[in-house]
């Protein structure tokens, strides 16, 4: 039973790792796998602690490469963390915790809401970061809303990300426990 537990516990790691670490491939503005993560990890792991701290870490991991080898041009030093990361990384916390909800059963009726859940969940967090930290919008309720308009065109990369990566995360690992049967552990402490 343990090593059933391990394995199962391994193959959702591995597949949260690649889908964060896809994130180097080149892609539109903001189709990205995170809020993926955080829904697939919230609907398998049954330690939900693991839910949070393995997309956040696995985030935060790729983060690290891509801002310290990739863009390296970008940043005059190593980069532990953006500035801003925390109205990111905010919302990916949110994502998984409304990913714990929308996803006690997994069918691709609720696929569809918790990727569209994330979106909506990146987009007002994100934005509101950008608004309440930066300097581009003034402090008002009208430059609030001009963040979140000039936001929009960036939505349609967002909820393509959401969609496509929760498609493929959700869909392989349901091919995965049909060929291995032994993934289908279903009140096991992963």
Same mark, same amino acid.
């Given at each position: 039973?343990?090593?059933?537990? +391990?394995?199962r516990?391994?193959v959702l790691?591995?597949?949260?790792?690649? /889908? $964060?670490?896809s994130?180097?491939?080149?892609h539109?503005? +903001?189709?990205?796998?995170?809020?993926?993560?955080?829904?697939? *990890?919230? $609907?398998?792991f049954?330690?939900?602690?693991? /839910?949070f701290?393995?997309p #956040? $870490? #696995?985030?935060?991991?790729?983060?690290?490469?891509? &801002? +310290?080898?990739?863009?390296?041009?970008?940043?005059?030093?190593?980069?532990?963390?953006y500035?801003?990361?925390?109205w990111?990384?905010?919302?990916?916390?949110f994502?998984?915790?409304?990913?714990?909800?929308?996803?006690?059963? #997994? &069918?691709?009726?609720?696929?569809?809401a918790? /990727?569209?859940?994330?979106?909506?969940?990146?987009?007002?967090v994100?934005n509101?970061?950008?608004?309440?930290d %930066?300097?581009?919008?003034?402090? #008002?309720?009208?430059?609030l809303?001009?963040?979140y308009?000039? %936001?929009i065109?960036?939505l349609? *990369?967002t909820?393509?990300?959401?969609l496509?990566?929760? %498609?493929?995360?959700?869909?392989v690992?349901a091919?995965?426990q049909?060929?291995?049967?032994?993934?289908?552990?279903? &009140? /096991?402490?992963?």
């Open positions: 039973m343990k090593q059933s537990i +391990n394995l516990f391994s790691t591995l597949l949260i790792v690649l /889908a $964060a670490f994130r180097i491939t080149p539109m503005p +903001n189709f990205s796998p995170l809020g993926a993560i955080g829904l697939f *990890g919230a $609907a398998y049954a330690k939900k602690w693991q /839910a701290l393995i #956040t $870490a #696995t985030t935060w991991l790729s983060d690290l490469f891509i &801002n +310290n080898l990739i863009y390296a041009q970008y940043y005059p030093e190593f980069t532990w963390f500035k801003g990361f925390y990111q990384y905010g919302s990916y916390l994502i998984t915790l409304a990913g714990i909800f929308i996803l006690q059963k #997994t &069918n691709p009726q609720r696929v569809f918790g /990727a569209l859940t994330s979106t909506a969940i990146f987009f007002l994100s509101f970061g950008v608004w309440a %930066g300097t581009m919008y003034p402090k #008002t309720f009208e430059g809303m001009t963040c308009a000039a %936001g065109p960036f349609k *990369g909820f393509f990300g959401d496509f990566y929760s %498609g493929v995360l959700f869909g690992f091919m995965a049909k060929q291995f049967p032994v993934l289908k552990l279903r &009140n /096991a402490s992963v």
